[in-house]
């Protein structure tokens, strides 16, 4: 796979010697066990898989060489270029400028971009609508594009199924921007709809079964579904897709629910196979998440921006059998009373005290989101183990795992 080029305070010391020991032990990658090391009274786990994957070092690698070789000119991203607070405030101290923030409000009047200008597209992609609007202003993006490659794989599979006379049902949250950009790209070929979860699928279901009308459709998916969009019409062949930072394993049940729905009313001809289209990142990272349930741990510290979707599952993933903390950094764990963490059920930042840090005895998974970079983990785990007391350093710990 590439070898990318990312500032250098991104790159770690400790986890970037848990990758080189993997490496030299496991070139195959065949094991996909966890990483575990004991400091002391402190047992830390990294599961296989964590952080910085293919489509974020690509976009990180041509943000930061489009300053570098324009000094001279203005510099606009299309949005956050990840969901990670610290590249973005790295980004904007560069002095890149937003041009729209998350939900897609325009920061910056788009008539004041000329031809002269870079605007930069960010990981999520944009909409065909808003790449329209900017070509008319002179400014094209196909230069400076860092449009993940596997969210242009799930475009590319949309389009080839619109064109096949299938709707597309779009597992994702319908505000994210990926999600915004798959929406635009598919309907330029078919009908779409977007469905948040199972319970959203369920839903959509009682309109394939022809059970609720119209009207309340217009009402149960208001915003979600593309222009001209017929119930009666548009649900008798449909194909699932997904933004890639959905928990893959339940885009997976949505498709096999949907398929068994649409086949029972319209046949084996009235849905398609759509798993090709599943990040392969994302996969990773929750499986290797998933791999370290029965570790036995105590407590999870998943480090990642708060409004990270994929980083977000990887919290869900762990909740479901221990406690997490949810932090965006070191700086998060303010002291041993005062810790800012991400409730990621019910998504708001709270104030808790880190007990469970203290433990006299402690398990800890560590791990963190596709967006963030290793060197603000390394700092958590450096953090943690001096707060404990641990005598010991990291480095000497794992001078000798080769």
């Known amino acids: 796979m590439k070898k990318f080029e990312v500032p250098a305070h991104y790159r770690s010391t400790i986890l970037g010697r848990i990758k080189e020991i993997r490496k030299v032990n496991d070139p195959r990658k ?20 964590f952080g910085f994957c293919y489509g974020v070092e690509n976009a990180i690698e041509i943000a930061f060489r489009t300053v570098a070789e324009n000094p001279n000119k203005r510099i606009f991203l299309l949005g956050e270029m990840i969901h990670n607070p610290q590249v973005n ?4 101290a560069e002095g890149i ?17 000329n031809s002269d200008d870079i605007v930069i597209t960010p990981a999520f992609g944009t909409t065909v609508e808003m790449a329209a609007e900017l070509a008319q202003l002179g400014v094209h993006l196909e230069r400076y594009n860092t449009t993940c490659p596997f969210v242009e794989k799930v475009w590319k599979r949309s389009a080839e199924l619109g064109n096949r006379g299938y709707t597309l049902v779009v597992h994702g949250k319908y505000l994210h921007e990926e999600t915004r950009a798959t929406f635009s790209h598919a309907a330029e070929t078919g009908p779409v709809v977007v469905v948040r979860n199972k319970k959203e699928a369920e839903l959509l279901a009682k309109y394939i079964r022809r059970e609720l009308s119209e009207e309340q459709f217009e009402i149960d998916f208001a915003n979600k579904y593309s222009k001209g969009f017929s119930v009666s019409r548009d649900l008798q062949k449909i194909g699932v897709v997904n933004q890639t930072t959905m928990l893959a394993t339940e885009t997976q049940e949505i498709a096999a629910y949907l398929r068994d729905v649409v086949v029972e009313m319209y046949g ?9 289209t599943l990040c392969y990142a994302t996969n990773d990272n929750q499986n290797a998440t998933l791999g370290v349930l029965e570790s036995g741990a105590q407590l999870a510290i998943v480090v990642g921006g708060f409004n990270s979707s994929n980083t977000i599952q990887i ?17 998060d764990l303010v002291s041993r009373q005062k810790a800012i963490v991400f409730n990621y059920s019910n998504l708001k930042e709270e104030e808790i005290v880190p007990s469970l840090l203290f433990e006299e005895n402690l398990k800890l998974i560590v791990t963190s989101g596709a967006s963030c970079p290793d060197r603000t983990v390394d700092l958590v785990i450096q953090k943690i ?5 641990e005598s010991e350093s990291i480095e000497a710990v794992l001078e000798g795992r080769i």
């Open 385 to 389: 183990v001096d707060w404990r007391g």
């Open 315 to 331: 919290a869900t993933i762990l909740g479901e059998k221990m406690a997490v903390y949810f932090v965006r950094n070191v700086d």
């Open 89 to 92: 405030e790295d980004l904007l």
């Open 97 to 113: 400028q937003f041009l729209v923030d998350n939900q897609g409000n325009r920061l910056i009047d788009f008539s004041t971009l």
């Open 268 to 276: 084996e001809d009235a849905t398609t196979d759509t798993r090709d």
């Open 30 to 49: 065949k094991d996909h066990s966890p990483f575990v090391f004991q400091i002391g009274k402190t047992e830390i786990v990294i599961p296989r898989h």
